[in-house]
């Protein structure tokens, strides 16, 4: 298994810009979710998925916008990128709601906003 | 709502010592779990412990253990034997049964250095 992918790893974008954070698990799992991570202020919750088909807002859903189309994708759009949006972004999975489920995490993708 | 307070930005041990990191908590759920999450320099999260709040024992994982403390609502690591592959960024966090149990709450983070 593969886990939870990421892609990319690293990126650039100017202010003004829109792109697409992918995430892709082979676990099957339920629950999908996206953190954003800045200096001393932990993980905070983006956007989450219970399954295909249905998403829900975070803490921080200004400016992202989510779909799940399918078990294993969840991709993160930006839609006009700001430099507030510049942050390190996680993806989560599990099998079921987070309520003491292990939470599995990929990479992360590091974005600067210019 | 939730909240996790990790009191330390940065603690240091040397190798093979004891070093405990600290954790508080509020919740007013009565059924939720903590956890310890280490994300060491390549960015990955990793679970390193979790402990239900209804089990009254401490959650033991090899050289990782807790102290949970209801009452008190306090959560803390205790790594023991440290190595230099335990390094890392520490997260306490917390989920709960109740209306937001689709997240974890995170604590700031510790940064654990361990100095050879």
């Given at each position: 298994n593969a886990g939870v992918t990421q892609t990319p790893k690293f990126q650039v974008l100017k202010t003004g810009q829109s792109m697409t954070l992918q995430c892709a698990q082979?676990?099957?799992?339920e629950y999908m979710s996206w953190y954003r991570q800045d200096p001393g202020m932990g993980l905070r919750l983006i956007h989450y998925s219970v399954g295909a088909g249905i998403t829900d807002q975070g803490e921080v859903p200004n400016g992202y916008n989510v779909s799940r189309s399918t078990t294993e994708d969840f991709p993160l759009r930006l839609l006009s990128a700001a430099p507030s949006q510049t942050s390190v972004y996680f993806c989560a999975s599990s099998r079921?709601?987070?309520?003491?489920n292990e939470q599995f995490f990929g990479p992360g993708t590091r974005l600067t906003v210019l | 709502a939730q909240t996790v307070t990790q009191s330390q930005p940065e603690m240091s041990v040397q190798e093979a010592e004891t070093v405990t990191l600290s954790c508080t908590y509020d919740t007013s759920e009565s059924d939720y779990y903590l956890f310890w999450y280490k994300q060491p320099p390549s960015r990955q999260m990793i679970l390193v412990i979790r402990q239900e709040a209804y089990k009254q024992q401490n959650a033991t994982e090899n050289r990782f253990s807790v102290n949970f403390q209801k009452a008190a609502k306090s959560f803390s690591l205790k790594i023991s034997d440290?190595?230099?592959?335990?390094?890392a960024m520490y997260f306490c966090a917390s989920s709960n049964?109740?209306?937001?149990?689709y997240k974890l709450t995170f604590g700031k983070g510790t940064l654990l250095t361990v100095n050879p």
């Open positions: 082979d676990m099957n799992h079921g709601l987070v309520f003491g | 440290s190595q230099l592959g335990d390094a049964s109740g209306g937001s149990n």
